[in-house]
């Protein structure tokens, strides 16, 4: 049994927050409904390189999607029908193959690079590419004689 929290409090001050609260109410009310199927792994390679893998053993490329849409990333996978077995009698049935979907909440500025299905794992590739206006950058600072030279 899962404690359902109030975030209200938290947001009492704050101003453009927003997505944050979205996202902490999404997450509180399905964190029950959160299954482990397909299994995932998040890995981060380098300060701003990440990757998500997820095992969709007997899934083709054209079984799985990969949709990103503002800040969210989606991975859903269609399931094969029996009718698809190509008239095979499956006898025992230990590999899932069922339908899924599995949403991500992506950072500012994190962007899909790269997808790829190999070996039964999925494997997407994501990084942080943060504008050069939005960069932090160094001010000069100047005496008060440069400044008035610079005036005039």
């Given at each position: 049994m899962r404690t359902a929290y109030d975030f209200s409090?938290?947001?009492?001050?704050?101003?453009?927050f927003d997505r944050l609260t979205r996202i902490l109410n999404?997450?509180?009310?399905?964190?029950?409904?959160?299954?482990?199927?397909?299994?995932?792994?998040?890995e981060q390679n380098g300060a701003d390189q990440y990757r998500i893998t997820m095992?969709?053993?007997g899934?083709?490329?054209?079984?799985?999607?990969?949709?990103v849409h503002?800040?969210?990333?989606?991975?859903?996978?269609?399931?094969?029908?029996?009718?698809e077995n190509d008239g095979k009698e499956v006898l025992y049935q230990g590999?899932?193959?069922?339908?899924f979907e599995r949403r991500f909440q992506l950072a500012d500025y994190i962007k899909?690079?790269?997808?790829g299905l190999e070996d039964g794992l999925l494997a997407i590739d994501l990084a942080r590419e943060v504008p050069e206006e939005k960069r932090p950058?160094?001010?000069?600072?100047r005496s008060a004689a440069q400044l008035e030279s610079k005036a005039a």
């Amino acid at each position: 049994m899962r404690t359902a929290y109030d975030f209200s409090p938290l947001f009492r001050t704050a101003v453009g927050f927003d997505r944050l609260t979205r996202i902490l109410n999404n997450s509180a009310q399905h964190a029950e409904n959160d299954l482990s199927y397909p299994p995932y792994d998040i890995e981060q390679n380098g300060a701003d390189q990440y990757r998500i893998t997820m095992a969709v053993a007997g899934f083709r490329p054209d079984d799985v999607d990969v949709v990103v849409h503002e800040n969210s990333l989606t991975v859903s996978g269609r399931g094969q029908s029996q009718a698809e077995n190509d008239g095979k009698e499956v006898l025992y049935q230990g590999i899932a193959k069922r339908a899924f979907e599995r949403r991500f909440q992506l950072a500012d500025y994190i962007k899909v690079v790269n997808a790829g299905l190999e070996d039964g794992l999925l494997a997407i590739d994501l990084a942080r590419e943060v504008p050069e206006e939005k960069r932090p950058r160094k001010i000069e600072i100047r005496s008060a004689a440069q400044l008035e030279s610079k005036a005039a």
